[in-house]
């Protein structure tokens, strides 16, 4: 795996910084984790596909999604003036952040301000982008995750595997064992005689996460819509914790990404069409969580992150990336994912939309940014089933042009691109290749050697088609 793919960094790492086929690598090598992202996504998947067989106009409804969000984007200044515009009226407070520092800065004041040192959060992509939690424990503000599957992976200091299911690599056993271990050092302990059962496992979580719920005064989420016309912000979720974390504390303060946006009500009905069984498979998913301002007299802070997006969206390829509304289901389709999961992108959006999110946000001065592009078959399986029609294997070829290559890839390119160019020098390099095709080697050499680690080079036919054709006459004789 150190070279799988043509043109794919494979530099030696340097203090740490592995490209994407040293990680796969590593993956590779546990087999428990192959067994439970492969248990977990066909699960996944197989879910998705029945309840989007329900629907027949299911094709008309990712068109109007992809329409929608492209008309976003082109007007995206002036929505988010709108959305300000109406979170203000509703009483709540806005906060426009360039980058990670300065929306962890304007965060850890909000914070600050009440005289809180511990926080309660909603599973936030957002946040965990910015390194909100790391931020606010250097100011001495501690962050509580109440998401179940964020929980598993805070107590067991782990990072997220998957956009929906951030625990998909553990299987319950593991989790039980994290329970035991570390549920005593951050609030109410697991029960001594705490088994495997998935219900108590869920029961220990619950009654480890309400003492937190009820103690609490402020709380951190993200959001996976809003709406521009009314400064409306949605939540979607399926335990009901994020649900105690937007009502309970009397200051609410999300993380929201710039592209988040839909114009109206109506826009957002076709969201909830394809969010829900995109990810969970689910017709609606259990809770939709909906607050415009600040409520009941709780304050309420916006958090509005760019933080690369900008960027992202000047680019006339890459910026269809900025339509996913973060349903996962690209990742439980990948291959690729499915083998290594999602700690080998390094990255806290991670599969296919990682692979083309990522570098655009991060850049690609990193081998490991400079190796995501190359995280790919090229399948199309991501594309065909996301539900916003992002081309994703069009966005990784349009990222892999962009990086740095080898010196003798460039040199191979550039003399194939002058053979190409002429009818008559292919024909003469074909017939040339022809006569010394039994001095061809079996495997590319030096640098590009890595194209033949995992397949044959094709064998070079004694007579081209070009010249049979014209030797039968198109088959004729």
Known sequence: MSRTFLGMPGAAPRSGDEGFPERAAKALRDS???????????????????????????????????????????????????????????GGHVHWAADAAEANRIVAGIVKATGETEVVKVKSMATQEIGLNEALLAEGVTAYETDLAELIVQLGDDWPSHILVPAIHRNRSEIREIFTRRMAGWGRPAPEDLSDDPAALAEAARLHLRERFLSTRVAISGANFAVAETGTLVVLESEGNGRMCLTLPETLITVLGIEKLVPTWRDLEVFLQLLPRSSTGERMNPYTSMWTGATEGQEFHLVLLDNGRTGVLADEVGRQALRCIRCSACLNVCPVYERVGGHAYGSVYPGPIGAILTPQLRGMGSELDRSLPYASSLCGACYEVCPVAIDIPSVLVELRGKGRHHLAERTGMAAAGWVLERSGRLARMQRLGGRLRKLAPGRLPGPLGGWTDTRDLPPIPEESFRDWWNRTDGGRR
């Open 32 to 90: 428990q984790l192959r067994f439970n992202l492969r248990k977990a996504t066909r699960t996944i998947r197989a879910r998705r596909a029945g309840v989007v067989a329900e629907l027949p106009d299911w094709a008309e409804l990712r068109r109007a999604g992809k329409e929608i969000k492209d008309h976003t984007l082109r007007h995206l200044d002036t929505y988010l003036i709108q959305l300000e515009e109406a979170v203000t009226k509703a």
